[in-house]
């Protein structure tokens, strides 16, 4: 079974920058270059939210708050996919979560963006 370990949460002040990591465990490279990975996150007392997905051939920012500021990419011999998050804001304060293939998650990174 595939396991994820997000890191790269933190604290960081606002206009700040943070690279999250996902890495897959229990998977082949040739199974991971051609699976689906999501970036979610959640606020306190907010519902889980979309923010940037990686298929094979496509790399999408899809959260409208972020695109500018935010980049998804993947390292497929690392198994690993990122989030680049520049000029933070306290906005995006959540836990980040990554998804694989829209089944298994990964345990979350909390990140903090402070005013």
């Known amino acids: 079974q595939v396991q994820l370990v997000e890191s790269g949460g933190g604290l960081v002040q606002a206009g700040g920058s943070l690279r999250l990591s996902c890495t897959a465990s229990?998977?082949?490279?040739?199974?991971?270059?051609?699976?689906?990975i999501a970036w979610y996150r959640q606020a306190p007392e907010k519902q889980r939210e979309l923010v940037a997905t990686?298929?094979?051939?496509?790399?999408?920012v899809n959260l409208d708050s972020v695109k500018g500021r935010f980049t998804i990419s993947r390292d497929n011999a690392k198994r690993t996919a990122y989030l680049q998050m520049d000029s933070l804001k306290p906005d995006d304060t959540a836990v980040y979560y990554c998804?694989?293939?829209?089944?298994?998650w990964g345990q979350g990174t909390q990140v903090t963006v402070s005013s």
């Open positions: 229990g998977t082949t490279f040739g199974t991971f270059s051609f699976s689906n």
């Open positions: 998804n694989w293939n829209n089944n298994q």
């Open positions: 990686t298929t094979r051939n496509f790399n999408t």
